[in-house]
């Protein structure tokens, strides 16, 4: 059973960090491109970053780059998602998710439809 569980959300003030961590189980996790994407209130669920079975390479949402990094640990099978310089418009619940990429070790994946497991969530506000 594929379990992704993301921690590190909470209260924020604006320009603050977060450090957010998603542990996988239940699968390969080397074989896995790794994403981060947030919905907030009334919003559709957006892309984050992602990030490459190798961690070669990486991808970012344009409202985040800059501020946001992502990594990713194959021996400890979680990803994190550094977040600094934190603003109210990122205040969204954030979702870890897994895409199978078993023959791309470099393939960063950025759309929804394309993964396969998604975590619960993790709430993050930012207050002004």
């Known amino acids: 059973q594929v379990q992704l569980v993301e921690s590190g959300g909470g209260l924020v003030q604006a320009g603050g960090s977060l450090r957010l961590s998603c542990l996988a189980s239940g699968l390969t996790f080397s074989r896995y491109a790794m994403g981060w994407f947030r919905q907030a209130p009334g919003k559709e669920r957006e892309f984050v970053s992602g990030?490459?079975?190798?961690?070669?390479?990486?991808n970012y949402g344009d409202s985040v780059k800059g501020r946001f990094t992502i990594s990713r640990d194959n021996a400890k099978n979680t990803i994190y998602l550094q977040m600094d310089s934190l603003k109210p418009e990122d205040t969204a619940v954030y979702y870890c998710a897994a895409d199978w990429s078993p023959t791309s070790p470099i393939r960063v994946v950025t759309t929804i439809d394309e993964y396969n497991y998604w975590g619960q969530g993790t709430q993050v506000t930012v207050s002004s």
């Open positions: 990030i490459a079975r190798n961690s070669g390479s990486t």
